[in-house]
C-alpha cells in the first residue's frame, strides 16, 4: 500500500508551521520540510535564507528545485513506497507561487521545471492556508527575517494572490483553509477537509 503525501502551503506567516505540528500529532505522519530533508537540500535552504546573498530568481527556482529533487530521490518516494503518511511544509505549489508568480518567471516554466526535478510526484491533498499578507507579515514581525521574508508587502500579495488561482484550477486536491481562525479551528478544518 502506498502511503500519503500532504503538502500545506500558504504565504510566510500564515500558520504553516504550527498546522503541520497539529497534523503530525493528530495523523501519526512523518513531517518534513522544504528546502531541507536532507543533507542537501539543507545546504541549499541555508543558501537560499542568506539574507547577505543576492540571488537572481532564475537561480533561486532552480536551488529550489534541485533541493526539491533531492528530497523526492532520498526522502519521499522510499517513505511512500513504505506506506508512509508524510506531511510537507511547503512542496512545488510554493515554487509555482513565490518564483512562478511573484518573481515573474511564469507559472508554466516553474511547473515544467518541478515536474522534471519531481519525476512528477504531486501531494494526495494540499492544504493551503489563506490569509491576509498583511497579517501574515504581522505574524513574522518579531523574528529574524530571512532573504525571501524581507521582499515588500506587493511581492507577498502577488503570492497570495497565485495561491488563490492555484485553489481554483484544482480544487479536488488544494483545500483552502482560513489561517487567520485559532490554531485549533485551523487544525480542525484541515483534518475535515483531509
Not at 492544504?127 to 501574515?136: E, G, I, K, T
Not at 503570492?159 to 488544494?174: F, N, Q, T, V
Request: charged letters at 25%; proline letters at 4%; a negative charge.
Amino acid at each position: 500500500m502506498l502511503g500519503v503525501l500532504i503538502s500545506v502551503e500558504g504565504v510566510d506567516g500564515a500558520g504553516k508551521t504550527t498546522l503541520v505540528a497539529g497534523l503530525a500529532a493528530a495523523l501519526g505522519a512523518v513531517v518534513l520540510r522544504e528546502p531541507g530533508g536532507t543533507a542537501v537540500s539543507e545546504r541549499v535552504r541555508e543558501l537560499l535564507a542568506d539574507p547577505a546573498l543576492e540571488i537572481d530568481p532564475r537561480t533561486e527556482a532552480l536551488l529550489y528545485a534541485a533541493a526539491r529533487a533531492q528530497l523526492v530521490a532520498e526522502q519521499l518516494r522510499p517513505l511512500l513506497a513504505d506506506g508512509t503518511t508524510v506531511i510537507l511544509d511547503r512542496f512545488v505549489d510554493s515554487s509555482l507561487a513565490y518564483q512562478g508568480a511573484a518573481r515573474g518567471l511564469g507559472v508554466d516554466a516553474i511547473r515544467a521545471l518541478n515536474e522534471f526535478g519531481t519525476g512528477g510526484l504531486r501531494p494526495d491533498r494540499t492544504l493551503l492556508l489563506r490569509v491576509d499578507p498583511a497579517l501574515a507579515r504581522e505574524r513574522i514581525a518579531g523574528r529574524a527575517a530571512d532573504r525571501l521574508e524581507r521582499e515588500d508587502g506587493a511581492f507577498f500579495a502577488a503570492i497570495a494572490d497565485a495561491y488563490d488561482a492555484l485553489a481554483a484550477a484544482e480544487p479536488d486536491r488544494i483545500a483552502v483553509i482560513d489561517g487567520a481562525q485559532s490554531p485549533d479551528a485551523v487544525l480542525a478544518d484541515a483534518l475535515a477537509a483531509l
